[in-house]
């Protein structure tokens, strides 16, 4: 069965870092782009970047450009999100999900999603 699982979250200080990691089982993700997204109270989800299936191409939202950084390592069927000098407005519950498709569009959409991991930044 396909599952995507999140973890990393927690609370962080403001200018503090977190890393979330999302791992795959009963697939492998070499073949698929995998996005983040993330939903705060209130909130519509939004994109936050995501990563073509080779590693190749990325794309992230402007918001968290240059803070951010999306990786992947397809022999642990792994995905990360680094994230740097976090603000409070980076607070919400942060999904990943996947595409089948190779390429990252991260405004388009993806068919299986994870359960989220809380990311909250606060002092």
């Known amino acids: 069965q396909l599952q995507l699982v999140e973890s990393g979250g927690g609370l962080v200080q403001p200018g503090g870092s977190l890393r979330l990691s999302c791992a795959a089982s009963?697939?492998?993700?070499?073949?698929?782009?995998i996005g983040w997204f993330r939903q705060a109270p209130g909130k519509e989800r939004e994109g936050v970047s995501c990563i073509s299936s080779s590693g190749g191409s990325t794309n992230y939202a402007d918001s968290v450009k240059g803070r951010f950084t999306i990786s992947r390592d397809n022999a642990k069927n792994m995905v990360y999100l680094q994230m740097n000098s976090l603000k409070p407005e980076d607070t919400a519950v942060y999904y990943c999900?996947?595409?089948?498709?190779?390429?990252?569009?991260?405004?388009?959409?993806?068919?299986?999603w994870g359960q989220g991991t809380q990311v909250t930044v606060s002092s």
């Open positions: 999900a996947l595409k089948l498709f190779r390429l990252c569009m991260l405004d388009s959409r993806y068919e299986y």
């Open positions: 009963g697939f492998t993700l070499d073949y698929y782009a």
